[in-house]
């Protein structure tokens, strides 16, 4: 609900000014903190995105440091087979 229709609403309702003047001041309050935490909530969002940015980038460059250190070898043993040389 929007601020001028809260007030036509409250202008319609039997109330003394000093109610009228509270419930005013805590429809603001309670606009205040609903803007507040949707700001939050973007900061939050933003933050998760972050970390994980940070977490796949953090992987990546693990495995790139596995491969330098096996010298660019693959996991695993290599096998090739050779001719047997009749001896003489």
């Known amino acids: 609900m929007q601020f001028n229709e809260f ?6 309702c039997h109330v003394d000014q000093q109610t ?16 507040q935490l949707d700001i939050a909530a973007n900061l939050i969002s933003a933050l998760t995105e972050a ?8 992987e990546a460059t693990q495995e790139k440091v596995r491969l330098l250190l096996r010298g660019g070898i693959p996991d695993g043993v290599e096998v090739h087979s050779v001719r047997n040389e009749p001896e003489d």
């Open 51 to 58: 970390v994980q940015n940070f977490v796949s980038l953090h």
């Open 7 to 12: 007030q036509r609403r409250l202008n319609r």
């Open 20 to 35: 009228k003047y509270i419930l005013t001041h805590m429809f603001e309050v309670q606009i205040e903190f609903s803007k």
